[in-house]
């Protein structure tokens, strides 16, 4: 079993028997404000309690990312599961697999040629029983894709420390959880397509984290970290995504995301707001007009570039203005 692919700030781990592991590591240019650090280290208390962590947000508030940087923290290797509707127990505790063939040859005498042949289905552990009998580091990525009776399997592990084992696993009924085995759950509750409720047996045995838009200077500071532009230039994207997202015309509020999209961009054309001109205003209609909507109505995308043109018009004002306007924006574009 292969190690998910494009996950940074993990290196696999290979150990003979069972599928390829992640080694965490510190995440290249995690950001740690005041803000994120208080909820790693609530996370991190949670943990140490005894309790599953929930990260539950909607896309682009970091929950994975979180999630990575939790268990790197926490220093055990991780396994990773992708939460899919196809799942079910056997995906996550183990079943068996193709055959196991031995044949015997015996030529001792030459005249003689004797034959033997043994055939069983092969057995392999899949990711939760590798978890939790080594005291692995389980992330749990978009759990309420899986459907909720493949998740049922948890509630034991979660409350009573114990993984039933299918009567075809030969040996032990159950395995008996290792203590340092920790779970981290992350999910959206607004995606409307391929998610599933998650039963509230499994929801009461974890704690949650709602996680919301990150405060004005972690934005900045990860909006900077991620694209490498210039602190100014990282303040008046990220000024100018939150005024399109108080001003109300947005059907989805745009994220830190299209902060580092739109600054990315500019840094690869090799500008800046103040030298970009035309280029800076078309990256930003381009990237966040689109990220604030779902069917892309031509009404609704008039409104948002609207706002977005007076929101950017206001920011390269020479007297300096800092979008003081923006909830008169939001009017206007209502109205």
Known sequence: MSSPTGCKGVTPMVSEGMPTLLQPRRLPNFVETPFVRSLVDRALTYIAAGFPVHFRG???????????HVASRIGRPVVMIHGDEEFSTSDLV?????YRMTKVIDNFIHSVLKTEE???RRWM????TVACRYGL????DEFTRSRPEAN?????????KMLDLPAAREGEGYLRVHPEFTAI?????????GVYRSQDALRDRMITLDLDQFDEETEVAITQAKSGIGRADAERIVRIVRGLRESGACEFAPTVRGCIMVARSLRVANGSIATANGLFRQLCLDILASESSRGGGSSHSARVRQVLSELIDLHQDSD??????????????EN
């Open 58 to 68: 909607t896309s682009g508030t970091g929950k994975t990312t979180l999630a990575l």
């Open 94 to 98: 183990g079943g068996e697999h193709g």
């Open 118 to 120: 043994d055939m069983s």
């Open 125 to 128: 552990d899949n990711r939760l």
């Open 137 to 140: 580091t389980l992330v749990y």
């Open 152 to 160: 049922n399997v948890l509630l034991s592990v979660l409350q009573e």
């Open 185 to 193: 759950f992350t999910s959206n509750p607004e995606e409307y397509a």
């Open 320 to 333: 300096g203005n800092r979008l003081d306007a923006l909830p008169v924006l939001g009017h206007q574009a």
